[in-house]
């Protein structure tokens, strides 16, 4: 059994190693023990005995996952929890990953280099496509840096995405693509020539509405794009045109649940970044809405698009929006705001 954990998140505590670090005590018994957490803020003046005597953190074991949670929250995270819609039953759990190229400074390329690409070769263009890098958004806006990917692809059966062969029909990227070898030929992640990527079954979902967000953040943004845009592999996309879904995700109430349910490197409550692993996205519980309540989400989305200057005051009215949907009270809603400052 574990009876104890501390928890040192990314403190220094080796000083030619840069990771997280933990301490965990075992008993060998059988016995229903409880565990005990500790979090540790600093390395100066450690007095683990201190800190236990301190420690209002919990942790509550089931089958599916162990929760580390502070006694307060314990109340207010069942009453979000107490619904049986969730973000995967919604969206037909269409959440996917972005585009792994295996070598990003091969396929990813600059405008710079893309407009040398298309001078030499103008059809060259049919297989460049705009990406959308990790740092290119927010909740609302998109400042591209004019990052495009190479988008080579073994095609997908049965639909109206053909094979591309770079060796015959785009000679000048052939050729620059070439440049990175042998190391190019050799990644891991290949379609059927080394000048392809990998089979990606959801390509097609790229050119449709879709959330995207970044994979490990500090602070995450859940971007409404329209504009047909690609992300790597640092980023998740949700295959949806749903306004309300991204108010949700981007509202102070979801900012605090990830803090709680999802894993971080380090601490969350700190400088931690929370990784939105894919299952856990699909599993967060969300209330549903009638249909005549979704324009007044896509209002409020539109209306910062067209006036950036409101958007923190249009996103506090779309907190208390939910808030109301969530029925929480002026003490929950406390919590939640002071937990997210």
């Known amino acids: 059994m574990v009876t104890n ?19 965990t005590f075992l008993t060998n018994s059988n016995s229903n023990f409880s565990t005990e957490y500790l979090g540790i803020k600093t390395l100066k003046n450690i007095d683990l005995k201190i800190l236990s005597n301190s420690c209002e953190v919990i942790v509550i074991k089931d089958e599916q996952e162990w929760k580390f949670i502070h006694n307060s ?7 979000i929890e107490n619904v049986e819609t969730t973000i995967g039953s919604i969206v037909n759990s269409q959440i996917y990953l972005g585009i792994k190229t295996g070598l990003n400074k091969a396929f990813i390329i600059s405008d710079d280099v893309k ?22 958004f927010d909740s609302v806006n998109s400042n591209w840096s004019k990052k495009w990917i190479i988008l080579s692809h073994n095609g997908i059966s049965g639909s109206k995405i053909k094979p591309i ?36 079954s959801y390509l097609e979902t790229f050119y449709k509405p879709k959330i995207s967000f970044v994979y490990t953040a500090k602070n995450h943004y859940f971007f409404f794009d329209n504009n047909n845009f690609i992300v790597n592999n640092s980023c998740f996309f949700i295959s949806s045109n749903d306004y309300y879904l991204w108010a949700f995700l981007n ?21 931690g970044r929370v990784k939105l692993d894919r299952n856990k996205m699909l599993n967060v519980p969300i209330r549903p809405i009638k249909e005549t309540e979704l324009s007044k989400y896509e209002g409020l989305f539109k209306k910062i698009k067209e ?29 939640i705001e002071n937990s997210i400052k």
């Open 5 to 23: 954990i501390v928890d040192f998140f990314e403190l220094p505590v080796f000083e030619q190693a840069s990771t997280d670090s933990a301490i």
């Open 251 to 271: 509202s102070s109430l979801f900012k605090y649940y990830q803090k709680i349910k999802f894993v971080a490197y380090g601490d969350a409550d700190g400088s």
């Open 115 to 136: 407009n040398i690409l298309v001078e030499k070769e103008p059809k060259s263009k049919e297989i460049i496509k705009p990406l959308l890098a990790p740092t290119d």
């Open 73 to 79: 929250n314990l109340k207010l995270l069942s009453k």
């Open 307 to 335: 006036d950036n200057s409101v958007k923190t005051k249009t996103m506090n009215i779309i907190d208390k929006m939910i808030y109301k949907l969530y029925n929480l009270t002026k003490e929950e809603i406390q919590i």
């Open 165 to 200: 062969n770079i060796v015959r029909d785009y000679k000048v990227v052939f050729e620059y693509l070439k440049e990175y070898l042998p190391e190019i030929k050799t990644r891991g992640d290949q379609g059927v020539h080394w000048t392809n990527l990998r089979d990606c």
